[in-house]
T-cell receptor, first 113, second 120 residues
């Protein structure tokens, strides 16, 4: 079965430090990749997506992610985090023409002062 | 209103009550989704509708009954729920695909704020 793995359930980091949130998926055949962010008591907001083209994708709030087909990864990065980046981050994958997204279990990013 | 809206934002109900969750999208999309988000578990897709037709039902118990009267509105009717059904219920929408055909590869889902449901 196809799966999405977010290796870290919790990532604490100090303000202005860089951060990387990891996401791996089970198969590289025709994938479409997404990162969503969920702030407390809110729904999911789309951060960025990879559909085709350049493997480095830039999103909102200074985040970027790189599609690595050989490693079947789509890690999310930010060079300098802010307190306001504290939230839960979800990686999601759609395979081929499937209607549904498969979500990872989420990574709670906590930015410390 | 813009994007995807959900009402109510919070709902407390007893196991014998009947209630409904409402979702409305203002994005001109054709596909709508219900997800369940429980603590410490990945998001679970419940139902998918495309052009008002249900295209996915991921083995959801019959005490959850979806309704999609048009492409802009989606309801989730609830009856005789169990305490373990307490969760955040998220609605999403996307462009979808032509009726009866796969979705476009560029299809992207946009989420509402969710309804926090507590079953006593």
């Amino acid at each position: 079965a196809q799966s999405v793995t977010q290796l870290d359930s919790q990532v604490p980091v100090f303000e202005e430090a860089p951060v990387e949130l990891r996401c791996n998926y089970s198969s590289s055949v025709s994938v479409y990749l997404f990162w969503y962010v969920q702030y407390p008591n809110q729904g999911l907001q789309l951060l960025l997506k990879y559909l085709s083209g350049s493997t480095l994708v830039k999103g909102i709030n200074g985040f970027e992610a790189e599609f690595n087909k050989s490693q079947t990864s789509f890690h999310l990065r930010k060079p300098s985090v802010h307190i306001s980046d504290t939230a839960e981050y979800f990686c999601a994958v759609r395979w081929g023409s499937a209607r549904q997204l498969t979500f990872g279990s989420g990574t709670q990013l906590t930015v410390l002062p | 209103e813009t994007g995807v809206t959900q009402t109510p934002r919070h709902l407390v109900m007893g196991m014998t009550n009947k209630k409904s969750l409402k979702c409305e999208q203002h994005l001109g999309h054709n596909a709508m989704y219900w997800y369940k988000q429980s603590a410490k578990k990945p998001l679970e897709l419940m139902f998918v509708y495309n052009f008002k037709e249900q295209t996915e039902n991921n083995s959801v118990p019959s005490r959850f009954s979806p309704e999609c009267p048009n492409s802009s509105h989606l309801f989730l009717h609830l009856h005789t729920l169990q305490p373990e059904d307490s969760a955040l219920y998220l609605c999403a929408s996307s462009i979808g695909g032509a009726s009866g055909r796969p979705f476009w590869s560029t299809d992207t889902q946009y989420f509402g704020p969710g309804t926090r449901l507590t079953v006593l």
